[in-house]
């Protein structure tokens, strides 16, 4: 770490460890990925709670996500002293864990993207891939080197970057970050353009959903310096802005956004993945080309018949499907993605 202590470490539940951090790493936040915890949570809860289980488990998905440490707190003894947990000596453990595991503890800590879904979803995808029962350490760590030399990656394996909007702060986002990073901002931008905003007396912001009359976020615009809070903490939190400050930006004619918003980690120039977007450009062209061909075929073949016809429209439906229930950060992706949270 050369001399730098990193400003959030991931860990499973573990006394130890805790300890550990505490003492060694005094200014470095101890989160517990929620995973783990989640993971866990059949074993200690199912025998107790019997058929309350699902509605257990349902309470406490949400209070994983609870924004603020008033409503965890309350909602947390609400949980309790409903499922008759007081004495449990889980019940007991998590609590004391809480600031290391709720959101609403660590939302303003930088943990890089490394406890969403898709990453779960992929690390777990790679490991069953690679791991078996009969899997020695040797092999392991061979098949963790070929993961992650990237410069072997297949021309198909290129991650095209579509450009989905006709924003040029997309346009420009696209040509500075990594694929996975761009995939992130771009649903980011993407949401953005359902939000609304009503300027404050103090030139601050008050952003919403259009559809949802709760749930305001207070979007804090500093000029000087272009600076921008949103009460969320998402950029904190990933590293990547919120769509409650590109809509801001948006407001106040921004066609880029201010350097400051692209980490470092984030940015192509900095990530081992080979630079060329454009040939990406080309191949993503090609690949439409390609589509759009075996597209037209297929509707000249299926029309031919009724039952032609059926038979595509039943499998395309199911294609559409799987492709939407598929994780939206692959592998490739989850390789750019740098492995440690120790520095923004
Ligand atoms: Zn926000």
């Not at 864990?97 to 898709?118: G, P």
Request: with cysteine; proline share 3%.
């Amino acid at each position: 770490m050369r001399g730098r202590c990193p400003q959030t470490i991931l860990t499973d539940i573990d006394s130890g460890l805790r300890e550990a951090i505490a003492r060694e790493l005094p200014n470095t936040k101890h989160v517990v990925c929620i995973w783990h915890i989640l993971s866990k949570l059949s074993s200690w809860f199912s025998l107790p709670l019997g058929s309350q289980y699902a509605d257990f488990k349902a309470d406490f998905n949400m209070l994983c996500h609870l924004e603020s440490v008033e409503d965890f707190e309350h909602q947390w003894n609400l949980l309790v002293a409903r499922f008759g947990l007081v004495s449990d000596k889980h019940i007991a453990l998590l609590f004391s864990y809480r600031a290391s595991w709720a959101v609403s503890y660590i939302r303003s800590y930088f943990v890089a993207r490394m406890l969403t879904a898709e990453f779960s979803q992929s690390l777990d995808s790679f490991l069953k891939r690679i791991l078996s029962a009969q899997t020695c350490l040797q092999v392991f760590f061979e098949q963790v080197g070929i993961a992650t030399n990237l410069q072997s990656q297949t021309r198909e394996e290129v991650h095209y970057m579509h450009i989905k909007t006709c924003m040029p702060i997309e346009e420009h986002a696209r040509s500075i970050l990594t694929p996975y990073a761009f995939n992130v901002l771009q649903h980011e931008i993407m949401l953005s353009m359902q939000y609304a905003t009503t300027e404050m007396a103090n030139g601050s912001y008050l952003v919403r959903h259009y559809r949802k009359m709760d749930g305001e976020f207070l979007v804090i615009w500093i000029p000087d310096n272009e600076q921008i809070h949103c009460s969320c903490k998402e950029f904190e939190h990933s590293g990547t802005l919120c769509r409650h400050s590109l809509r801001v930006l948006a407001v106040k004619n921004y066609f880029e956004l201010p350097e400051r918003y692209f980490l470092h980690r984030w940015r192509l120039e900095s990530s081992l993945v080979p630079m060329g977007v454009e040939n990406a450009q080309i191949s993503s062209e090609e690949c439409a080309q390609a589509f759009h061909s075996v597209a037209a075929t297929l509707l000249t073949e299926s029309l031919i018949s009724k039952e032609r016809f059926d038979y595509v429209h039943r499998e395309l439906a199911g294609l559409l499907e799987h492709v939407r229930n598929m994780p939206v950060v692959d592998e490739f992706a989850l390789n750019i993605a740098p492995n440690n949270v120790s520095e923004s």
